[in-house]
């Protein structure tokens, strides 16, 4: 299977998918940040839930980046302060931003080499009071490309402790990192993981891993071990499906996270998917056209392709 071919046709219903959410989400930006649900039931960036702006210390931000988070939808259900917006952590082009919003709650904005901030931008993210009460997070925030096939990571976080001073963790390939903690509790670092990250179609991808985090005091002594596991809910990977043929119809039946081309299969051929407690069927067009499925909970989705070339594409997810 030609993987480059697979991604561009996976990412060609990614983009499709990602227009609509773009629409209704209005303009808030879509991010490659994957947490266990222990995590994401945490929030996106925690900390102390002050409703006073005194707790945020840093520089205050520039303009482009107040007008970035005045670009917010307020339709998300949160209402940024874009003119109490400061730096909190910085590490030579990577910054991170906060702000507080009138749901007592804070808003962050990440200004790196991939994303300069701007007016009728992305926002920023904000999360509520509740979120951001949990004593310590941490997660890869940003994601690029890096030389000869790995991946340049952004990690920030904020520990609540208020005599944090300095954060390590390990990471992918047997590194560490650390990074001092600013007066408001946010840290950032840059690492570079000589890996494809967060997908399981490439060769020597890592799809999930876990860092432990140690938080120190001034004098080195720890104040907070966490352990987090950081990857997608399902790692993709190509397609390996179990062939059955019945009444003279073949069925080619895939695992949840399968993607890419059948070499076998041809128009008027079933594909089903399975996982989440569902299976869900598809017989592959005979026209140049796509096809989906998904069931009634959401938690199970099946889409089938059959290119102009006359290959078929399935994407089980």
Not at 143 to 167: D, L, W
Not at 173 to 197: D, L, M
Not at 210 to 237: E, N, W
Not at 264 to 271: L, Q, S, T
Request: proline share 7%.
């Amino acid at each position: 299977m030609n993987i480059d071919n697979a991604l561009s046709a996976y990412r060609g219903d990614l983009v499709a998918a990602s227009q609509r959410w773009h629409k209704s989400r209005a303009r808030r930006r879509r991010r490659l940040v994957f947490l266990t649900s222990a995590l994401a039931a945490a929030g996106i960036i925690v900390g102390t839930a002050i409703a006073a702006t005194g707790w945020l210390v840093g520089a205050p931000a520039p303009p482009n980046v107040k007008s970035d988070f005045g670009s917010y939808a307020p339709q998300l259900g949160f209402n940024p302060q874009p003119g109490k917006a400061v730096l909190v952590a910085g590490k030579g082009p990577y910054k991170l931003y906060a702000t507080p919003n009138e749901q007592d709650g804070f808003c962050t904005l990440l200004s790196d080499p991939w994303y300069h901030p701007g007016p009728h931008r992305e926002g920023g993210d904000c999360i509520s009071r509740k979120q951001a009460s949990v004593a310590f997070w941490a997660g890869p925030y940003g994601i690029g490309h890096a030389a000869q096939g790995g991946t340049r990571v952004v990690i920030v976080g904020r520990a609540r402790k208020g005599a944090a001073a300095r954060v390590h963790f390990n990471y992918p390939g047997g590194k560490s990192a650390s990074a001092r903690i600013g007066r408001s509790g946010f840290f950032i670092v840059p690492i570079t993981i000589n890996h494809p990250i967060f997908t399981g179609l490439q060769p020597g991808a890592i799809c999930r891993w876990s860092s432990t985090f140690v938080v120190l005091d001034a004098k080195g002594r720890a104040i907070v071990r966490k352990t987090l596991t950081f990857g997608p809910r399902i790692c993709m990977r190509p397609p390996k499906p179990v062939v059955t043929t019945a009444a003279g119809m073949k069925t080619f039946t895939l695992d949840r996270g399968e993607v890419g081309y059948l070499a076998r299969a041809r128009p008027g051929d079933n594909v089903g998917c399975r996982g989440a407690g569902h299976v869900l069927t598809i017989t592959i067009p005979v026209a140049a056209q796509g096809r989906y499925r998904r069931s009634h909970d959401r938690r199970l989705q099946l889409n089938v392709r059959h290119t102009r070339d006359g290959r078929i594409w399935v994407m089980c997810q």
